[in-house]
């Protein structure tokens, strides 16, 4: 086995490990309920790990883990838009316009 990503927040490393599992790259994480540690063991030791079971593997599993940092990294930020019924100006992330459905609660 081999390792190939160890990170701070265990959920990002079980999102990179379930992309690899869609590879058929079969993976192993190592200090997964270690976070409780922190403070009595050096913080980096408690981080979660991603293995690569089969060391052939290892590389191909490096190379999608950088794909996929890298274009998570650039991910475009996005673009306020307005809502087509009233006009808000609305933040990229949201899909509802928060104008129009308080006023639909209301009605």
């Given at each position: ?6 990170a701070a ?5 079980g ?23 922190i ?8 981080w ?16 999608l ?30 899909t509802d ?11």
């Amino acid at each position: 086995m081999k390792m190939v990503y160890t990170a701070a927040n265990p959920v990002q490393v079980g999102h990179l490990r379930s992309i690899l599992e869609a590879e058929q790259i079969q993976t192993l994480v190592k200090n997964g309920h270690l976070t409780g540690g922190i403070g009595e063991l050096p913080a980096a030791e408690c981080w979660p790990e991603i293995w690569v079971v089969d060391p052939r593997d290892h590389e191909r599993a490096e190379h999608l883990l950088a794909q996929m940092l890298v274009s998570l990294s650039e991910a475009p930020a996005g673009t306020p838009w307005r809502c087509p019924d009233c006009g808000e100006e609305i933040e990229p992330q949201f899909t509802d316009c928060w104008r129009c459905n308080d006023n639909s609660l209301l009605a």
